[in-house]
């Protein structure tokens, strides 16, 4: 019923996540009105895209040979929060005020779906610590049980050398009814407790 | 704070309706998952997309010269569907059983934004109308005071000739609970009402 092309362009827009064949159908008919050289830059974001590789000393994605934050002289190289996905940087990049690296794994561990600590780019962790006197590792991990597997692990592993291995606190997110707060974060939140200053 | 093919497939993707920043942001990171024939094929959509262009027959996209229900010899030519835009045509098509062809408006007369009737393709409408014997238009636009007024429009350059000038009733779609309809289609639909056969 629609050009090949047209097709072709609803079946890509319906890969991306959350996407179905009538939001697809609605995006290719406003991509239709866009200006040609719009839809030049879009196609060529694509192409570039496809150059995108992996920081070999974070495992940030970069277009460069490593990615800002390692090449940059004067970030910390002795604290490194440790994330589980790329798009995580952005997020603590966007605080400000965190002047130190990252580390980035390939996933948490989780043995029901065959992720094994080796998997997870943990060993570029050790190394990094051992080879740069690391003082600190801040793990950010999403909390669930191959989060808190995964935090144990990296503790356990970097327990001989001598980093200091932190976390964030498990509690209530700013502006959030208490209501709507499930009772394992309550829990969990009340271990985390902290005496008011 | 991204590579910058990146931060152009984030912009790019932003300009689609109703994706905002953080949509985007998601968008991009599952695009750069994706397999690099999948990324080809998506910017090869692009690409291609740029040649469509309208039939000039019916006004519907089309990467031919004619779109293919123009270039169907089987469709009815005597009987046109008048619709608001290009993917309009797709709805009627899944009915499965029209068998004429379509006209396609560029918009409805509106002049509070100043488009008017010169404006919306409506000189290729009559001109097929007295070219080709044409038995019956059947108007079927979005029921507002611009959908109501373009139907009125296309009555009236029809009138002097031989053709029936229909439109879909307003009512209520199926499984629509009435408490959701608004009086005005409450009331619309009273004065389209019709005898239980």
Chains 1, 2 share one sequence.
Do not use: W
Request: proline share 5%.
């Amino acid at each position: 019923m629609y050009p090949n092309c047209v097709r072709n362009l609803i079946d890509s827009l319906k890969d991306l996540p959350g996407i179905g064949e009538k939001t697809a159908e609605r995006l290719a008919f406003s991509i239709l009105n866009f200006e040609k050289e719009k839809i030049d830059t879009f196609a060529n974001s694509l192409v570039e895209i496809k150059n995108i590789k992996r920081c070999p000393v974070c495992n940030n994605i970069t277009d460069m040979d490593k990615c800002y934050i390692c090449s940059n002289d004067k970030r910390d190289k002795q604290t490194i929060f440790v994330v589980e996905k790329p798009k995580d940087i952005v997020l603590f990049e966007k605080m400000g005020n965190y002047n130190g690296v990252y580390h980035v794994l390939d996933g948490l561990i989780s043995p029901l779906e065959g992720i094994n600590p080796e998997d997870i780019n943990l060993d570029n962790l050790v190394k990094r610590v051992k080879e740069n006197d690391v003082k600190e590792v801040i793990v950010v991990l999403k909390p669930s049980i191959e989060g808190e597997t995964t935090m144990q692990y990296i503790k356990k592993i970097l327990d001989k050398y001598n980093v200091r291995v932190s976390k964030i606190p498990i509690g209530i997110p700013m502006g959030t009814d208490i209501e709507y707060i499930d009772s394992m974060t309550l829990e969990m939140a009340f271990e985390d407790r902290k005496d008011i200053a």
